[in-house]
């Protein structure tokens, strides 16, 4: 764990040993859930500790201190659990909602989070268009996460519907984002959104041209978003 140690310092909170035992065990139960259950590319102990758990740890000097301390985050698009389960553990008092489609994958996150003895953490299998409507869950966190699951316009659609009023959906990217940006913003502004920032992760802590984009939701989103399955992927806004 000295590449994720190092990495969190940077970032500003260093691990605990329980922390630190955490990690260890979520790679241990990837790779072995990796031999049967197609959730990774990245096999390898020193990839995963750094192309997985550092990364998702790249989210956390967007997120408010008051989040970290005990706000509610949503992971949509979560598939092994990336990035909230190392949030969860970086910030154990987030309230950690997992989202994904695939139930092989929402069948691992159950099994992971009773691993890691992490009872308060909820999975739910489904389409974002669809549970972005359900009451118990639209308007609900006051972070929405996401990793490059699609493009800004697609994920616009997908994460907002689950963020509160004045909350922030913080979406993962790499490289040169400006012309995807430029066409998502009309995404953002039919769904009461805007674009607060563009923050790029340190190349010191990891390389790669990451950033994060940070949205904050300003408005009511309207009673038409999500669309139907598949609608926002066929026709982004």
């Excluded at 959730?39 to 408010?64: G, K």
């Excluded at 509160?164 to 009309?186: H, M």
């Excluded at 563009?198 to 802590?205: A, I, K, L, T, Y």
């Excluded at 790669?208 to 992927?233: A, F, N, Q």
Aim: proline fraction near 7%.
């Amino acid at each position: 764990m000295e590449r994720l140690k190092h990495g969190t310092l940077q970032l500003g909170f260093p691990l605990t040993s329980h922390q630190e035992e955490q990690f260890r065990c979520f790679s241990d139960e990837l790779v072995r859930w990796n031999r049967s259950v197609n959730l990774t590319a990245i096999t390898n102990p020193a990839e995963i500790e750094e192309l997985h758990f550092l990364d998702s740890l790249t989210l956390a000097p967007a997120l408010p201190e008051a989040v970290r301390l005990g706000g509610r985050i949503c992971d949509v698009g979560s598939g092994a659990g990336f990035p909230g389960v190392p949030l969860k553990i970086a910030f154990p008092e987030i309230g950690l909602t997992l989202v994904d489609s695939a139930s092989k994958r929402t069948r691992f996150l159950s099994s992971l989070k009773a691993v890691l003895g992490m009872d308060d953490v909820v999975v739910r299998t489904g389409r974002c268009e669809e549970l972005g409507r359900l009451p118990e869950l639209r308007g609900l966190f006051d972070v929405v996460v996401a990793r490059a699951v699609a493009s800004l316009s697609v994920l616009a659609e997908y994460a907002v519907p689950f963020c509160r009023l004045g909350g922030l959906v913080i979406l993962q990217k790499k490289g040169d984002i400006s012309e995807e940006l430029a066409q998502a913003s009309a995404a953002w502004d039919a769904l009461g959104a805007r674009v607060v920032e563009v923050q790029p992760v340190p190349s010191e802590v990891l390389g790669g041209e990451r950033v994060l984009v940070v949205v904050e939701k300003t408005e009511p989103i309207r009673d038409r978003y999500p669309r139907r399955p598949g609608i926002p992927t066929k026709r982004p806004l």
